[in-house]
T-cell receptor, first 111, second 112 residues
Framework: ELKVEQNPLFLSMQEGKNYTIYCNYS?????LYWYRQDPGKSLESLFV???NGAVKQEGRLMASLDTKARLSTLHITAAVHDLSATYFC???????????WGAGTKLIIKP | DAGVTQSPTHLIKTRGQQVTLRCSPK?????VSWYQQALGQGPQFIFQ???????QRGNFPDRFSGHQFPNYSSELNVNALLLGDSALYLC???????????FGPGTRLTVL
């Protein structure tokens, strides 16, 4: 059974600090997705990582993928309050039709 | 360009009732997936529709059924509602050639 594990599940940090969220998965999939969800809202696509070594950056967020280690990271640089949200990673299942999701990392950034 | 739309926004039902949720995909997308998200958890895949057929199904009972129409819009039907069916139901659309899924605002279902 494909499993996707995120850690930490909860993270409280100060503005201006750097931190990394980790996403481990148990399949050989080479496609990984990061999404953001604000409280009571839907999911917003952040990054699509399609191959080993892929790195994408948008503002203070940078995502990378190591398919050999079955690991993706989401790095936050100089955090600001607006980045407070829950972040999910998702991996394609064996059939490539469904996404298998991590439990999410709730990020709170304090001024 | 309208994104993924869902209706209704909120719904309250009682146990044993039936419910139908609706979804219109993003323009240019022909694949629709449905997810259930319980409070504080990640989304759980229910099923995916493509070319008006259920292409894949997650670990959900037959009480959950769906349909896709020729214009690619989709419905999720849930029969014999249980308290545990209370959740946010998310619809996502994608082009058939690429699996990046774009989500609608969701329907919050409460079963009393």
């Amino acid at each position: 059974e494909l499993k996707v594990e995120q850690n930490p599940l909860f993270l409280s940090m100060q503005e201006g600090k750097n931190y990394t969220i980790y996403c481990n998965y148990s399949t050989t999939s080479d496609r990984l997705y990061w999404y953001r969800q604000d409280p009571g809202k839907s999911l917003e696509s952040l990054f699509v990582l399609l191959s080993n070594g892929a790195v994408k950056q948008e503002g203070r967020l940078m995502a990378s993928l190591d398919t050999k280690a079955r690991l993706s990271t989401l790095h936050i640089t100089a955090a600001v309050h607006d980045l407070s949200a829950t972040y999910f990673c998702a991996v394609e299942g064996d059939s490539n039709y469904q996404l298998i999701w991590g439990a999410g990392t709730k990020l709170i950034i304090k001024p | 360009d309208a994104g993924v739309t869902q209706s209704p926004t909120h719904l309250i039902k009682t146990r044993g009732q039936q419910v139908t949720l609706r979804c219109s995909p993003k323009s240019g997308h022909d694949t629709v997936s449905w997810y259930q998200q319980a409070l504080g958890q990640g989304p759980q895949f229910i099923f995916q529709y493509y070319e008006e057929e259920e292409r894949q199904r997650g670990n959900f009972p037959d009480r959950f059924s769906g349909h896709q129409f020729p214009n690619y819009s989709s419905e999720l039907n849930v029969n014999a509602l249980l308290l545990g069916d209370s959740a946010l139901y998310l619809c996502a659309s994608s082009p058939s050639s690429y699996n990046e899924q774009f989500f609608g605002p969701g329907t919050r279902l409460t079963v009393l």
